[in-house]
């Protein structure tokens, strides 16, 4: 844990190196939900307290998205429309005839930029950056006196930003993701000397027994004034700082990419997953008096997919160990902060992830570098998902989108992949779904990526008539869940392993709804038909209709869910030909095509839910990927297990640890040794019987002469319970003004019903409000009961409130705060 602070400490330092000229604008912005007749409403004169001064702006700060809460309202459609931002910044340059520059990390799906009521730029995209020159309109804009004065030396910047609906973009509205609108990554102000570095591409490659490293350094200049003579120097800095190696010359300026200087570096400390070694390269380029410096940060690595066999790190099989990630998080969307990505992928690199793919379009830089400094290995794509194939501005789109993500994140060692494409099998945003002509098109960006790109591969998940393109395939395999059960997993994935050159399985799970537990998990997969193959379909996300299928007729519950994760993972360990594997998803994440989920419009699938609580599944995975002595006793999140009197019942330990001692009411039960063969909970398991009421388990586990423990107490339930019949509320916990409240769902004689899975809503009235729209299982005014219970949050603001709750064929119950 140490180091990885260490770590991100260097990252920060290094992200700031040249804060003088580079300027997070975070504060002091306003947005107004909605269009104006033109930019000229977002600017004139208003004279403060009008009340005819309309329309209404909110102060907010960046990353901000349209979309912080309505994308898990469950009673409406997510706004998808345009949005207005304005700011006023002081401009002061330092450098003499400098260029000024709006630097957009990402911005929600198409921007103008405006200096005053000029526009200075506009782009299409929600999730590559882009750079607008605001030089000219500034400097015009201070000459005229009667504007400076009437903004007191400030200049006047307004966006707009749109997530209209628009066939001709991408990605689908079809996707299963929301396509948000908004400032949702940071935006910089940039001072450039009058010529300055506009890309670096540092390329290093080492052969796979590390002895030779490569080194080659091409540049792009910005140079709008057309300067003819300039000085480039380039060092090569090893992972202390020191300088190792470095080229200097004075040269022509030169238009497009241009290669400046190759080395070798002998025996490089190499770049891998549990040590990722990183190198600086430092560009200056001199003109004029003024320099402009650039850094990168690189690493050596030799990676390798087997034709038909394993994926190769250094030389070494490495079976890739991933997860996905979409940018997405409780009350703020896709507009999450640097400290929430950092806690994010903190946690993934915590659970044994070393892959990751990002699904499915550029995401931030902030997210690479930590896929750097961590040892996180990625696949990162464009967001062609879904829908079929558009005209020439759709294929203009993705074309440009693929150029800027390659050239944009080329110098990050973490990336293996490419993704061209992601189900571009599903048709349904335009009349015709020509197959002939979606080869074509992915052929021309397959063509395009090794142009740009020749040292990494390129892939494509579940599009068979594509899968002969690309240098990497990933079917659809989804045992267990959208089709045939999860021991027929391997069987599934070995057939498509042999009908493609290089195999990589992304997107297998399930989901689960955060909280429900179940003694008879695999139920469900007795009325799953068998052999029938393991790949998802149009309409599998679907809870109506349709094929028997988990998804669809399964309980939902973790206790499933760890099940299936458990058997994926321990075949996994003896799939001797196999690259590796990503689970689908990290974190619950919101969707618009899912308004009938446990949580409505989210995809609960992740192991953490959407605001980084932990999933039991968690704990699965870290059993299996972790090195760091680890033990979790199952049902952290059970409060209530039911049964007969007498029955024994299992209590599973998910650990890493070579045995553990399970203490059940301060009695032990037994020692047990960790067998990766044994299913489930890889052999630590016992059968107990429990007491009626209070039970308590301790569980010890000792790895390498260090000891762990874990300990939990649940209630055990033997009064059947009948019909459902009444609900009561109660408050939980009152902590800072926040008031925790439950309800449970009881039969007519008391009993708690612990199948109930009914929907129910809350309700407030009063000087409170909930804290709803989170899109997670305590954070949604709509939401099903897991175990007969829900709780939600309520902020009593100093005052009164009376929460309710219904639900269809209850009696409504209340209660006073």
């Known amino acids: 844990m140490r180091k990885l602070i260490i770590i991100f400490i260097c990252t920060i330092l290094f992200n700031n190196l040249f804060a003088q000229q580079k300027q997070r604008l975070t504060e002091n912005w306003e947005y107004l939900n909605g269009d104006l007749g033109g930019v000229w409403e977002a600017v004139r004169p208003v004279k403060e307290g009008n009340p005819e001064s309309v329309p209404v702006w909110q102060k907010v700060n960046l990353p901000h998205c349209f979309n912080a809460t309505d994308a898990v309202d469950p009673d409406m459609n997510y706004y998808q429309g345009p949005g207005w931002y304005r700011t006023q910044l002081t401009i002061a340059n330092p450098y003499q005839k400098g260029r000024t520059l709006l630097h957009f990390e990402g911005a929600g799906q198409k921007t103008q930029v405006y200096i005053y009521n000029k526009k200075v730029g506009d782009h299409v995209g929600g999730y590559d950056e882009f750079t607008v020159d605001i030089t000219d309109e500034v400097e015009a804009f201070k000459k005229n006196e009667a504007f400076q004065k009437e903004f007191k030396g400030k200049i006047p910047v307004e966006i707009r930003c749109d997530n209209s609906r628009d066939l001709e973009m991408i990605p689908s509205s079809l996707s299963d993701f ?62 202390e700082g020191k300088v190792i190696s470095s080229w200097k010359n004075e040269m022509r300026a030169f238009t497009g990419d241009k290669v400046l200087w190759d080395t070798v570096v002998k025996s490089p400390k190499l770049w891998a997953t549990e040590q990722p070694t990183l ?75 070393n892959f990751i793919r990002l699904g499915h379009y550029q995401q931030s830089r902030i997210v690479l570098d930590l896929c750097d400094s961590l040892g996180i290995l990625v696949w990162e794509e464009i967001p062609w998902c879904r829908g079929g194939l558009g005209g020439d501005t759709y294929k203009a789109q993705a074309r440009r989108m693929l150029t800027n993500m390659i050239e944009q994140h080329y110098n990050h060692a973490s990336i293996i992949i490419w993704g061209l494409g992601n189900e571009n099998d599903w048709p349904g945003d335009f009349a015709e779904f020509d197959k002939d002509k979606i080869r074509a098109f992915m052929k021309e960006l397959n063509d395009l990526s090794h142009k740009l790109d020749p040292s990494r591969k390129t892939a494509i998940r579940r599009c068979d008539f594509c899968k002969d393109i690309v240098d990497v395939y990933s079917p659809s395999i989804w045992a267990g869940w959208y089709r045939g059960i999860y021991t027929e997993y391997k069987e599934a994935s070995k057939k498509e392993f042999e009908s493609v050159d290089r195999f990589l399985h992304v997107e297998w799970g399930g989901d689960s709804h955060a909280g429900r537990h179940s003694e008879s998990p695999d139920k469900a997969l007795s009325l799953i038909k068998t052999g029938v193959g393991a790949d998802e379909r149009e309409g599998d996300a679907s809870l109506y209709g349709g094929s028997a299928r988990v998804s669809k007729d399964g309980d939902w519950s973790e206790s499933y869910i760890v099940n299936l994760i458990d058997w994926h993972l321990k075949e996994q360990e003896s799939m001797t030909w196999l690259t590796g594997t990503a689970y689908w998803p990290f974190k619950d994440f919101s969707t618009p095509i899912r308004p009938d989920n446990p949580v409505p419009y989210v995809n609960q699938k992740g192991v953490v839910e959407r605001d ?19 033990a979790h006793i199952y049902g952290h999140s059970w409060p209530v297990r039911w049964g007969d009197a007498g029955e024994e019942k299992m209590v599973k330990v998910y650990s890493n640890c070579d045995e553990a001692e399970l203490f059940v009411n301060g009695i032990s039960v037994g020692k047990k040794k960790r067998n990766l063969k044994s299913f489930p909970a890889i052999g630590l398991r016992w059968m107990v019987k429990l007491n009626e009421g209070t039970n308590n388990f301790k569980v010890v586990a000792t790895k390498d002469d260090k000891t762990v423990t874990d300990e939990i107490s649940q209630q055990y339930q033997t009064a059947k319970w009948a019909k459902p019949a009444k609900m009561i509320l109660e408050k939980l916990k009152e902590k800072e003004g926040i008031a925790t409240i439950q309800v449970k769902l009881m039969d007519d004689k008391g009993i708690l019903c612990l199948d109930a899975a009914s929907y129910i809503t809350f309700g407030l009235t009063g000087e409170g409000s909930l804290i709803d729209n989170q899109g997670t299982s305590s954070g949604s005014r709509k939401v099903q009961l897991s175990n007969g219970h829900a709780v939600i949050n309520v902020n009593l603001h100093g005052g009164k409130s009376v929460v309710s709750v219904k639900a269809v064929g209850i009696p409504s119950a209340f209660i006073e705060l």
């Open 178 to 239: 929301n396509v948000y609108g908004g400032l949702y990554r940071y935006v910089n102000l940039i001072y450039a000397p009058q010529l300055s570095l506009d890309k670096v591409f540092a390329n290093a490659s080492v052969d796979a027994k590390g002895n030779l490293g490569k080194l080659t350094v091409s540049a792009r200049l910005l140079n709008p004034d057309g300067i003819d003579t300039i000085t480039v120097k380039v060092d090569l800095k090893d992972p």
């Open 612 to 630: 980084f609580t932990k999933k039991e599944s968690y704990y699965v995975f870290q059993a299996y990927w972790t090195k760091t002595p680890m």
């Open 279 to 353: 190198y600086t390269v430092e560009t200056t380029v001199s003109a004029k008096g003024e320099s402009s410096v650039h850094q990168e940060k690189i690493g050596f690595r030799n990676f390798e997919f087997v034709k038909k066999g394993p994926f190769m790190l250094n030389g070494k099989r490495l079976l890739l160990r991933g997860t996905h990630r979409h940018e997405d998080h409780a009350g703020v969307a896709q507009a999450m902060t640097e400290d929430m990505i950092k806690q994010e992928m903190l946690m993934m690199k915590e659970m044994g992830v």
